[in-house]
């Protein structure tokens, strides 16, 4: 009998939206198509969920909220841990369906797929030693504070890591008593109806984990939905700023993991085969889809000429192919739309003056391959801080080197524009790396790494790159309230409209 993720791998079948532990038809006939990235031919459907069906998988997490938010700590954790048993039991099967779906390459999703329980163990375990505080206060009392679950929370994710950037919201929503209703990402749906069905396998209750698949309106429906409590978003800016306002407005709480122009600062110290290495992984990882993807890079003048040289030369040598072939380097970008976008940046980078030095050639891939999304890691040097390749993201493999002379001229160029996520710097000078790193804006600062991305590492960008932290301590506290519990321990009692004297 097929497992249940070689279920989804069978192309063309469309299982439903899945709330109360099972798939459910969807209220009407609309479907998502997903496609092959790699092919450019379509995979399979999912539902095109309406707020009819929104309001279902939410009343499913509300009706699992209760038994959920007050099971001992213990025993939630008991059931994360399971979870992470049964998804490292998939890990190679999941990693399929990822490198299908995505077009990252099947070594890719095998690394990253391997690391996914590490969300669940890790939540699991802190949240055995949240404690409250206790405090005497004036007047003979003393305060008491607990935390509380939110309620059911909205999970918003994007394509391009569907399984991780899920995980590192679930793991921590759970952990802190919470039940889910997720909106993948429409371009990316399928696993993360795996993972729902990995949790029922995993012997979590049914209702705590729900996914609505569909676009935008079904996430709008999720976020407008009366019983959400929380809004969980990774995504592009402008839905950021969409989804924040409708937060505010019903004054629910809300984190915004959203776009970045990470800057990659090369100093004239650095040890240039390992920045080499740092900047070709920075860049080109998930074919440059990654919310920190290295796509600023500075590079000290001393340097300059002999950098550009090299990053050129190893960029050219990347590998593209067919992602389920474990020599394949770098797949396709998720899209056509996508693709255009990436064409489309490489055509401005021409016309304002940069120079191409690497992605001259077509990915030339025939066979099956020749309708992908392919374009070749792309490297533009020379490029100024006026040019639309230094100042948007582009979300793909295309690249911008740029000269600086003296440290304050770094800063001002890594800080050009309103975004503040990943920076990273590479100094054999530690003085200097941590000079750099208090001066640039970002959120997220690796000094001679770039995208080490762990639980216990706090993740989360400031001004355009959002609000909010995934990972370690702070993200289990953002998906729970503190209440207050004031005793009053003196004898007696004060009564002010008789003349008491006790105020506050
Ligand atoms: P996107 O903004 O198009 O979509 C993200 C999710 O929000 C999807 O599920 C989408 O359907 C949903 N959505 C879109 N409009 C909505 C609306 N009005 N109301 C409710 N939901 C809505 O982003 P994407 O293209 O899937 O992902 C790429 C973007 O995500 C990039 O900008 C990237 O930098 C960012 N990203 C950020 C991080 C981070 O940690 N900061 C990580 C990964 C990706």
């Not at 077509?362 to 533009?380: E, M, V």
């Not at 804006?441 to 355009?464: E, F, K, Q």
Request: aromatic share 8%; hydrophobic share 40%.
């Amino acid at each position: 009998m097929p497992t249940i993720i070689e279920e989804l791998l069978i192309p063309e079948t469309n299982k439903g939206i899945f709330y109360g532990g099972a798939f459910h038809p969807a209220s009407r006939s609309d479907e998502i198509i997903v496609m092959n990235p790699a092919t450019g031919k379509r995979f399979t459907t999912v539902p095109d969920a309406t707020t009819e069906d929104v309001v279902k998988a939410v009343a499913a997490a509300s009706a699992a909220f209760p038994a959920w938010s007050s099971l001992d700590a213990f025993d939630r954790s008991k059931h994360l841990l399971k979870f992470a048993e049964v998804i490292r039991e998939n890990i190679s099967s999941l990693a399929i369906l990822e490198a299908t779906v995505t077009g990252r390459s099947l070594r890719e999703m095998n690394a990253q797929m391997g690391r996914i329980p590490e969300w669940l163990e890790y939540f699991a375990g802190i949240a055995l030693g949240l404690e409250g505080e206790s405090n005497q206060l004036k007047g003979g009392y003393v305060t008491l504070t607990h935390y509380e679950p939110l309620g059911p929370v909205a999970l918003l994710t994007p394509w391009n890591h569907p399984v991780l950037i899920l995980m590192k919201k679930l793991a921590a929503a759970l952990a802190a008593g919470n039940t889910c209703v997720i909106k993948p990402s429409e371009l990316a749906p399928v696993s993360p109806l795996a993972i729902a069905v990995l949790a029922k396998v995993a012997g979590l209750p049914d209702g705590v984990i729900n996914v609505v698949t569909g676009g935008p309106s079904t996430g709008a429906a999720l976020c407008a939905a009366d019983d959400i409590h929380y809004i969980d978003l990774t995504g592009g800016t402008e839905t950021g700023r969409k989804v924040a306002s409708q937060a505010g407005q019903r004054l629910i709480r809300s984190t915004m993991e959203l776009g970045g122009k990470t800057p990659v600062i090369v100093c004239d110290d650095a040890e240039i085969d390992a920045a080499v290495a740092g900047v070709l992984f920075a860049a080109f990882v998930a074919s440059g889809q990654t919310c920190v993807a290295g796509s600023r890079i500075l590079v000290q003048s001393q340097i300059y000429d002999a950098f550009v040289e090299k990053l050129a030369k190893r960029a050219d040598l990347i590998k593209l192919g067919d992602p389920m072939d474990p020599s394949t380097q770098m797949g396709p970008v998720i899209s056509q739309s996508a693709l255009e976008r990436c064409k489309h940046f490489v055509e401005m980078a021409l016309s304002e003056g940069g120079r191409q030095v690497a992605g001259t050639k077509s990915p030339d891939l025939g066979g099956p391959f020749a309708k992908g999304y392919y374009i070749r890691p792309t490297i533009f040097a020379d490029v100024q801080p006026h040019h639309s390749l230094f100042k948007d993201e582009v979300f793909g493999p295309v690249i911008s080197i740029t000269p600086f002379d003296t440290e304050e001229e770094a800063i001002e160029l890594a800080n050009v524009g309103d975004f503040g996520l990943g920076v990273s710097i590479w100094s054999r000078d530690i003085a200097r790396g941590h000079r750099l790193s208090r001066k640039i804006r970002g959120g997220i600062i690796w000094l001679n790494d770039h995208h080490r991305n762990d639980p216990r590492s706090v993740w989360g960008g400031v001004r355009d790159s959002g609000f909010g932290k995934e990972n370690g301590w702070d993200a289990l506290r953002g998906y729970l309230t503190k209440k207050s519990i004031v005793v009053r321990t003196e004898p007696g009692f004060d009564d002010w409209f008789a003349g008491g004297s006790r105020y506050g």
